[in-house]
């Protein structure tokens, strides 16, 4: 019986320091929470971007943001081929706000020398929901491009 009653207690001795290691009330730990929330930052878009919306798997554009420039390429993988298609400004977000939007200055001392360039002056570029989307027209049709972060 005694060997019984020994167990009785130390089960409840078990139980007994597992509560004591408890941090408190439910009330006493939300007043030790941060009273300051982490302030969202803007987007990094910096970096190497590949076009997600392409029809073909062989032939798509990509996009290298840097400092304050993008540069938009033509990509044909069977034979190795990467064209210009864009150089410009790039203006970085200052905010979380979505979508967000700016206006590139075509740099043409880099793109009037290459052939399947734009000639546009300025090209409209949207962020939104982890993507870069743009228009591209090419012969006479326009397609709208989105790329995603590499």
């Known amino acids: 019986m005694k060997k019984v009653i020994v167990a009785i207690l130390a089960v409840a001795m078990c139980f007994s320091f597992a ?4 941090s408190g009330t439910a009330s006493e730990q939300s007043s ?3 009273t300051k929330q ?3 930052q803007p987007p990094d ?3 190497e971007w590949k076009q997600a919306n392409n029809s073909d798997a062989d032939s798509y554009q990509t996009a290298e943001i840097s400092g304050n420039t993008i540069a938009v390429y033509w990509h044909t993988d069977s034979d190795g081929t990467k064209a210009l298609y864009w150089a410009g400004t790039f203006v970085a977000p200052t905010t ?3 979508p967000y939007s700016w206006n ?3 740099d043409k001392s ?3 020398g290459a052939l399947l360039a734009s000639g546009d002056d300025t090209k409209t570029f949207t962020y939104s929901k982890k993507q870069i989307s743009y228009d591209v027209s090419a012969m006479g049709v326009t397609k709208t491009v989105k790329l995603e972060k590499q």
């Open 19 to 22: 509560a004591c290691g408890s």
């Open 96 to 98: 979380t706000d979505e």
């Open 32 to 34: 030790n929470a941060p």
């Open 38 to 40: 982490e302030k969202a």
């Open 45 to 47: 878009l910096s970096g």
């Open 104 to 106: 590139s200055q075509n």
């Open 110 to 112: 880099q793109t009037d």
